[in-house]
C-alpha cells in the first residue's frame, strides 16, 4: 500500500506543487507544531494551526449550515487577512484552513494566496467556482489544496444542500482541480442520509481512479438554526466511521485525514487540545468553527500573540471542556458552552443572534468520544504521526476527570443507544 501510494505522489502530481506542499507543510507544519509544544513547556500558547472563515456568504443552502449565509455579506477584507496570517506566521505557523460559506466568493482570495506564498493553504469548498482559470492561478500559487466537499448521490446532494445540480456542478470543479494536476482532496460530511453511499471501498477506489490524494470524513454536527438532528450519527454509526478509516488508511493508495482520535484511537477535539482555534467572518476568535462565541478579535489593538496567550476565555474552554469529556462539547454538553458565554460576557458572534438559545435546544448526543470503543491506527505511518503531531498534547492528563463526564447514551433512546458489537481489527 505504501508503494503504490508513493507512486502515486511521484506520477500522479505535479512535481513542483508536491515539492511546496512537502516543504510548507510537511516540513514547516511540523516545525510548528514543535515550536508548539515548546511553548507549552513555558506556560505559553499559540495554537499552531488556524482556521479562517473569510466570508459568510454561500450560493448554497446546505442541512444543519451553523453559518449565516443568506445574511448580508461580511468577509475579512484583504489587509486584515495578510495582517493575521503574518502574525501567525511569527509564531511558526505555515499552514491555514480557508473556509467560508463559500471561500472563492471572496472577491480577494486569490490575492490573499499570492500574496503568502510561504505558507500552504486548504480551501473548503463547495467546487462550484473552480473554473479553468482559477484552477490555473492556483496552480501557479503552488501553495493551496481544494478541499471540495461531495454530500452523497445526486439527490442526496440536492436535499442536504438546498438546490438543483448541486453533485454535478462539485464534480466538474473536482474535475477541473485535477486537470490541472492540483493537490486536491475530497470532503464528507458523513449523516445519515449519505453513509452507505460514501463511506465504503467503491467511493475510495473511485477517487483514487479520479486522481484525488486524500480525503476527510467529518462527522455531521447537528447545530446552527435549522440542526437537522434527526440526520446526525448514532454512535454505532460513528464507530463505523472511525472503523472504516482506520482500515482505508492501511489498505488504500490515499490519504485520509481526521481530526478526533489520536494513535491508539482516543478521542479528542483539536480546539479543547490548543491545536486550532478559529477566526469567523467578522474577525471574532472563537473556539472552533461551530462554537460562535468570542470575546476576542484579530482587530483588536493588541498583538495575536498576546490575545491567544491571555484570552481567558478560550483557556477556560480548553480545560472546562478537556475536564468534562475527550469528545465534541457542543454535542455532549452544550449547556458548558453557555456556562461559559455566561460566565466570561462571550458575545454571540453570528448575524441571528440566536447561539445561546440554539445551544439550549441541543439534544446531547455521543460525538467521537466513546469510552471501551477505541480503536487503534492499523498503520505505523499514521501511529508514528500521531504521536508526533496529533495528539491531545497533555491536555487531558491535565484535565480529564471521568467522574464528570456523562454518557449521553444512558439518556437516550434504545434505537440511539449503541454499545457496538463490530470487531475491533488491530
Not at 115 to 135: P, S
Amino acid at each position: 500500500m505504501y508503494f503504490r501510494l508513493a507512486s502515486r505522489f511521484l506520477f500522479e502530481t505535479d512535481k513542483r506543487l508536491l515539492a511546496k506542499a512537502a516543504w510548507t507543510l510537511g516540513v514547516k507544519g511540523l516545525w510548528s507544531v514543535h515550536k508548539h509544544k515548546r511553548r507549552l513547556k513555558r506556560g505559553e500558547f499559540f495554537p499552531p494551526f488556524l482556521y479562517l472563515s473569510v466570508i459568510n456568504s454561500c450560493n448554497l443552502r446546505c442541512q444543519g449550515c451553523w453559518v449565516d449565509v443568506a445574511a448580508k455579506q461580511h468577509r475579512i477584507e484583504l489587509d486584515a487577512a495578510n495582517e493575521t496570517i503574518r502574525q501567525a506566521k511569527a509564531m511558526g505557523n505555515s499552514f491555514f484552513g480557508i473556509l467560508g460559506g463559500e471561500p472563492f466568493m471572496h472577491k480577494d482570495l486569490l490575492k490573499i494566496f499570492e500574496q503568502n506564498r510561504d505558507v500552504y493553504f486548504q480551501v473548503f469548498t463547495n467546487g462550484h467556482f473552480i473554473t479553468d482559470e482559477v484552477a490555473a492561478e492556483l496552480k501557479r500559487f503552488g501553495n493551496v489544496t481544494p478541499l471540495i466537499s461531495v454530500e452523497g448521490s445526486e439527490i442526496i446532494s440536492d436535499e442536504r444542500r438546498g438546490r438543483a445540480g448541486v453533485l454535478n456542478q462539485t464534480m466538474e470543479g473536482l474535475k477541473t482541480a485535477l486537470k490541472h494536476n492540483l493537490l486536491v482532496g475530497v470532503c464528507t460530511s458523513v449523516c445519515k442520509s449519505n453513509i452507505d453511499d460514501l463511506v465504503n471501498d467503491a467511493w475510495v477506489n473511485r477517487l483514487i481512479e479520479m486522481g484525488v490524494m486524500y480525503c476527510w470524513y467529518h462527522i455531521y454536527r447537528p447545530v446552527g438554526p435549522e440542526s437537522n438532528a434527526q440526520l446526525a450519527l448514532t454512535s454505532d454509526q460513528q464507530r463505523r466511521v472511525r472503523q472504516f478509516v482506520v482500515d482505508t488508511r492501511a489498505t488504500k493508495p490515499i490519504i485520509v485525514i481526521d481530526a478526533y482520535h489520536d494513535d491508539a484511537g482516543n478521542a479528542l477535539c483539536p480546539a479543547a487540545t490548543g491545536f486550532t482555534h478559529h477566526v469567523g467572518p467578522w474577525g471574532d476568535i472563537e473556539p472552533c468553527p461551530v462554537i460562535q462565541l468570542a470575546t476576542e478579535s484579530i482587530h483588536d489593538d493588541r498583538p495575536l500573540a498576546e490575545t491567544f496567550n491571555e484570552s481567558a476565555f478560550l483557556k477556560d474552554f480548553r480545560s472546562l471542556t478537556a475536564e468534562h469529556t475527550r469528545g465534541c462539547v457542543i454535542m455532549e454538553r452544550p449547556d458548558l458552552l453557555v456556562e461559559l458565554a455566561e460566565k466570561h460576557g462571550a458575545r454571540d458572534t453570528t448575524a441571528r443572534g440566536a447561539v445561546i438559545e440554539e445551544l439550549k435546544n441541543v439534544t446531547p448526543r455521543r460525538s467521537q468520544f466513546q469510552p471501551g470503543d477505541e480503536i487503534p491506527e492499523r498503520s505505523f505511518v499514521y501511529r508514528w504521526a500521531k504521536k508526533y503531531a496529533f495528539n491531545d498534547f497533555g491536555t487531558y492528563a491535565r484535565h480529564f476527570d471521568a467522574t464528570k463526564y456523562r454518557d449521553p447514551d444512558k439518556d437516550a433512546p434504545d434505537s440511539e443507544r449503541s454499545k457496538s458489537e463490530l470487531p475491533v481489527l488491530q
